[in-house]
Each structure stands twice: as C-alpha cells, then as structure tokens.
C-alpha cells in the first residue's frame, strides 16, 4: 500500500511560552522551538505499521520553508520511505484551501493508495484533510482512531463521535483520513535514525512544479485571512490557576468543592 502522510513544523508548545505579538499580527515567533505536529505524528505511525502488515511505502509531504524540512527527516528518522517538501515564496500565506491545493497537486504527481493527515494542526481549523479529500473527489473520515486494513480496496476505520461514542465504517481506497492522538504510540527516533536520513535528498517542489498558478495559493489565493490574534479579557470572577499540573488540578478540585459543583 503506497501511503503519503502530510505533516507540518508547528511551535512545540512543551517547549515555549506562546505570546501574541504586540501589534496583534501574529505569535511572537522569535526564538521559538519547532517540532512536528502531534497529530501528524501519530499519522506517520500509523502508515508506517500499516506498511510493516500488509507492505508499501510511506512517504511524508510538508509546506512550508527550508527549516520544515527538518520536520521531513524526523519523519523519515522515524521510518517514512520518502520526504517531499513543496517550498515556494508563492505558497507563504495560503489558507486551508490552498495548502489543500499544494497538496492535492503532490497527490497528484504520485500513485497513493491512502492519503493521512492529522486531525488538527497549530491553527486549530482542522479544515485541510476534509478540503484535500474533495479536491481529489474521494472518500474522507475525520477524527479516526482505529485502522483495518481489509483489503487492497477497502479499510475498516473507528472514529470518535459526540459522548464519547465510537463509530466503526467500512471506505474504500482511495480515500483520506484525519489521524487522532491516542491512535497508537508513537516510536522513538534516535539518533541513529537522525544519521540515517541527513544526507538523504530530499526533493524540493515549487509552484512550477505542482503546474500551479502562483496566484491561486499563498496571500494572493487566500480568502480566508487572519485578522488578529489576542489574549481574552479576563472576565469577572475568573482566577487563573498557577503551579505545577497537579496543584493546579488539586486548586481546581477544592473551588468545584467550595462553589457546589462537587462533593
């Protein structure tokens, strides 16, 4: 089964203290540590077990800036088969609809049975592999914590609904999947793997090469446009908890207590 996997650089949110900027245009980005998103990262492990069962190939797609491909050989470290990074002036500033584009476009110049992404990323829309699946015009499950591998034409998958609910369906390949968190445990990269991938070339493809126009992605193709970032107003009676994880928990517990809301 041939599986490409499409991830993304985010900021590691365990690793800096996230601030807006003071003109509200942006995150304050300087000196931030970057990482691969989470739920890219359980996407790539799946493929990659669903490869070690029934064979194929993984191969792992990012947009973005030379440094996103860091993110390519960490995912190639870990065990993809292949890296792609689609890096172009012209794709800075696109929306959902447009990384959908790019993506579609790498889909395109391939021969991919199942396409993962991760249910969210660092902007949170969760919008990209539900707009990537009705551009390429097929079958798409979102929030998908379990995979079965029926055949070569058809898989098994689980996915969270409303209560906490399971909902099992059979799709037929090809088809796109948004990966959640818990789906499985991600490996360790070592540095063996690190080694392993650094002088591995890693195709580079532009706006030329996708055979798209310039001004169909990036700022000058998006409609949807980020206006501001901001810290919410601190609202009447709210107190924000401080401390470790679990003397926040224990403050939490002893105010539901005080307040009623339990016992």
Avoid: H
Avoid at 59 to 73: I, M
Avoid at 174 to 199: D, F
């Amino acid at each position: 089964m041939e599986i490409l996997v499409c991830v993304k650089r985010v900021p590691d949110t365990a690793e800096n203290e996230i601030e807006v900027a003071g003109d509200g245009s942006d995150i304050e980005r300087d000196d931030l540590v970057y990482s691969v998103n989470e739920w890219d990262n359980y996407a790539v492990e799946e493929a990659i077990q669903i490869v070690d069962n029934a064979g194929g190939s993984v191969t792992v797609v990012s947009v973005g800036d030379e440094d996103a491909e860091e993110v390519v050989r960490r995912e190639m470290a870990m065990g993809a088969n292949n890296g792609i990074l689609l890096s172009d002036d012209a794709f800075e500033g696109s929306d959902g609809k447009g990384l959908a584009t790019l993506l579609k476009a790498a889909v395109d110049k391939g021969n991919y049975d199942l396409i993962l992404t991760g249910a969210l990323a660092d902007d949170g829309a969760g919008q990209v592999g539900g707009m990537l699946a009705a551009l390429l015009d097929v079958p798409y499950a979102s929030v998908v914590n379990t995979i079965e591998v029926i055949d070569d034409k058809k898989l098994k998958v689980g996915r969270e609904i409303e209560g906490g609910n399971q909902e099992m369906n059979e799709i037929d390949l090809p088809c796109v999947l948004s990966i959640q968190t818990g789906i499985n445990e991600p490996r360790y990269v070592g540095i063996r793997g690190i080694r392993k991938v650094a002088s591995v070339e890693i195709p580079v493809w532009g706006a030329t090469d996708l055979g798209i126009a310039a001004d169909s992605v990036g700022d000058a193709g998006a409609r949807a446009k980020r206006v501001d970032y901001f810290v919410p107003d601190l609202g009447e009676g709210a107190e924000i908890l401080e401390g470790s994880s679990d003397e926040m928990a224990e403050k939490l517990i002893e105010l539901l207590k005080a307040k009623g809301g339990i016992k």
